[in-house]
């Protein structure tokens, strides 16, 4: 199978390795408008050529977009303009107003909105690792508003990818995502903030940073260029998460305030339930495999 990935960084590259890998693709063309990262892909095999945008929707079956959220709305309409039968599915983090901006396109149904829930804090085609999106989960989104066929193709991708399949609108989708990616994000580029602004004046504060600092801003790494437009496009699911968010916040700042210990006592034994709830995930993924 001929496909053509446009956006040749983490996702992009990611997907090529592994769809090369598993024989899912015969031959892989890039696009990308940074023609640093074009040639990277090229010097790492990650593609077997560049093109413009135009011959590599020409010449593939299955078209990948994996740029940010803001470009995606903008080229996704361009790219059903010039397809015919091929496939169209995009990485995006953010559904909904994707989905709204190709409603009435003619070729609808070409396109299968799609999101991998995998990745890292790290950018580029140096970036792209195999097995990125092995027994993660991927989502397929209003799949009833695509031809049965494209549906089928692309969840044969993701199957070569080894991932779990699940479907939802895409309403549910921004919902979800909000909360458990989104607002982790944001959780992490001001706590960076925070850090640093005091940093100003404790220059030995790094010094101390334990490997649960490290952990919990390692997200604060990544891409502006990829969050600042998921973060607008999904703006109202993302204030919901965020103001609960803050409503904790300050909870635990009462608490800390008016020196109530066994409230806060009781908040963090019941944040304590997340392990059970990602152990069962582990375990559910685990089992997966196997079958």
Known sequence: MKISIIGL???????????????FASHIIGVDNNTEHAAIALQRNLVDQISSLEFAVKNSELIIIAIP????????????????????????????????????????????????????????????????FDKKCAIICNAEDSDIKAVELVKKMYHALNM?????????????????????????????????DIENDEKNIFNLASGGFESTVRLAKSSPEMWVPIF?????????????????????????KEKKYNEMFDMIKKSNKIKNILKTKSLNSILWKQN
């Not at 960084?9 to 024989?23: F, M, N, P, Q, V």
């Open 9 to 23: 960084g983490l996702i992009g590259g990611s997907i090529a390795i592994d769809l090369r890998e598993k024989k």
């Open 69 to 132: 959220v803001d470009a995606i709305i903008n080229l996704l309409p361009q790219i059903l303009d010039i397809a015919t039968t091929q496939v169209v599915t995009d990485m995006g983090s953010a559904k909904e107003k994707i989905i709204e901006a190709i409603k009435d396109h003619p070729k609808r149904k070409n396109y299968v909105a799609s999101h991998p829930m995998s990745g890292t804090e790290n950018s580029g085609p140096l970036a792209a690792i195999p097995n990125l």
């Open 164 to 196: 779990v399949i699940t479907e939802m609108d895409s309403s549910s989708h921004d919902m979800h995502v909000a909360y458990v990616s989104h607002i982790s994000h944001i959780s992490s580029f001001a706590l960076a903030l925070t850090v640093m």
């Open 232 to 256: 607008m496009q999904n703006s109202n699911n993302v204030l919901k998460a965020l103001n609960n968010y803050i409503d904790k916040l300050q909870e635990l700042k009462i608490c800390i």
